[in-house]
């Protein structure tokens, strides 16, 4: 994170920390996976060129909405398309700047990474583990009527708040005004 981050801003690519450690970043938990970082769509050819410049292995999967960069066994994701659309000046206007690791660096809000994890969630993958934990770890935080609204369309996403409220995760009465 620290080496990936360093060179992109060195570079002037705006980039901020995303996924499981700007949840850990905001006090949840825990995170050993790889380092999200979200970068908009007309960067990220130039955030990876950067990383490979620095000495990491790029990366072009056939999913389209991210590239990736390894650092040996390290990995960084730039995330430019994630699940609920592409990472835009809005995105970067919600973000805030928090110490992580001691480094400065701007965090994506836990609303978006929020939605973006609820967006994720498929037939192929319908896990809710990862969101109830970190529901529960910073409940506070999250605007949930926004979060609602934005996730309406997906019938996981109303599946979680449903099993959210009855858990008394989430107020199932602050999800209610969707629309």
Same mark, same amino acid.
């Given at each position: 994170m620290k080496r990936a981050g360093a060179a992109l801003r060195e570079e002037g690519v705006d980039f901020m920390l995303g996924g499981g450690l700007a949840i850990w970043a905001r006090g949840? &938990? &825990?995170t050993d996976h790889d380092v999200d970082f979200f970068v908009r769509e007309e960067d990220? $050819? =130039?955030a990876l060129d950067v990383l490979t410049a620095a000495g990491f =292995? #790029? $990366?072009r999967p056939p999913e389209h909405w991210l590239y990736k960069a390894w650092d040996g066994e390290n990995l960084v994701d730039l995330?430019?398309? #994630?699940a609920g659309g592409p990472i835009d000046d809005g995105h970067f206007a919600r973000a805030t700047e928090l110490e992580v690791s001691a480094q400065r660096l701007l965090v994506a809000s836990i609303d978006d990474v929020f939605v973006t994890k609820l967006l994720a969630i498929s037939e192929q993958d319908p896990d809710f583990r990862v969101v109830l934990e970190v529901a529960r770890a910073l409940r506070e935080q999250v605007n949930w009527r926004s979060v609602a609204r934005r996730t309406r369309d997906s019938p996981f996403a109303r599946a979680f708040f449903e099993l959210a409220g009855g858990l008394a995760i989430v107020d199932a009465d602050s999800t209610l005004a969707t629309a």
């Open positions: 949840g &938990p &825990p990220a $050819e =130039r =292995r #790029p $990366e995330v430019f398309h #994630p």
